[in-house]
């Protein structure tokens, strides 16, 4: 079983819809999850960070459920501009001196109609 | 505010070839450092991670080797390098302190061994 899995997609949508993404972990020590969103060709950027049960940013809200060991990831009203591949990251259960170590799932492709 | 940079932003070397990838950060202090490879239509893959000059930890066992002269300089070497050496290569750092773990990503380089 992969650290972190992600459906590949894509994830074709309309303008205005919503969409969800699911994220399952196999490291229950794991403490700290993250979005990232990465566009064609471009370096990863941070979307939103997750260190309780979730997080709301604007159309975007991440919520963690720890027992079933998955984190979402909903869109509300896509933009044409939403579309990217999402990676859904986590940090490993032992974090120390050493560095805080992430490990990152394959993404999610969205793909955003008019 | 903190920046990070990487260059050259592509590279395309024939195979056995040296290689020498620099990334530096600006705007923070003693930041844990770490390169990453992306191969065409994968996941990241950790390299490399440093949490002070000189302090190199490697995850994956290759012809790779990284370097760390300066605290805000992180460098990615190849004395020879190999087809499967292909693929982005993107630097990031974090300054995990007070319990938060994010890492910045800079804009990568993508290099192509022919």
């Known amino acids: 079983r992969k650290e972190v899995e992600q459906d590949p997609g894509p994830f074709n949508v309309p303008e205005g819809a919503t969409v969800a993404f699911n994220c399952t972990y196999s490291?229950?020590?794991?403490?700290?999850f993250f979005w990232y969103r990465q566009d064609c060709r471009k370096e990863p950027k941070l979307l939103m960070s997750?260190?309780?049960s979730g997080n709301e940013d604007g159309r975007f809200t991440a919520q963690l459920n720890r027992a079933s060991q998955y984190i979402s990831l909903l869109i509300r009203d896509s933009k044409l501009s939403d579309s990217a591949t999402y990676l859904c990251v986590v940090l490993g259960g032992v974090v120390d001196n050493a560095g805080n170590m992430l490990t990152f799932g394959g993404g999610t492709r969205l793909m955003v109609k008019p | 505010s903190q920046t990070i940079h990487q260059w050259p932003a592509t590279l395309v070397q024939p195979v056995g070839s040296p290689l020498s990838l620099e990334c530096t950060v600006e705007?923070?202090?003693?930041?844990?450092l770490y390169w990453y490879r992306q191969a065409a239509g994968r996941g990241l893959q950790l390299l490399f991670y440093?949490?002070?000059?000189?302090?190199i930890s490697s995850e994956v066992p290759q012809n790779l080797s990284a370097s760390r002269p300066q605290d805000r300089q992180f460098i990615l070497s190849s004395k020879k390098l190999l087809l499967s050496d292909s693929g982005f290569y993107l630097c990031?750092?974090?300054?995990?302190?007070?319990?938060?773990?994010?890492?910045?990503f800079g804009p990568g380089t993508r290099l192509t061994v022919t």
């Open positions: 440093s949490v002070g000059i000189g302090q």
């Open positions: 997750v260190y309780s």
């Open positions: 705007g923070t202090s003693n930041p844990n």
């Open positions: 990031a750092w974090s300054v995990p302190e007070e319990g938060y773990y994010e890492q910045y």
């Open positions: 490291n229950s020590a794991s403490q700290s």
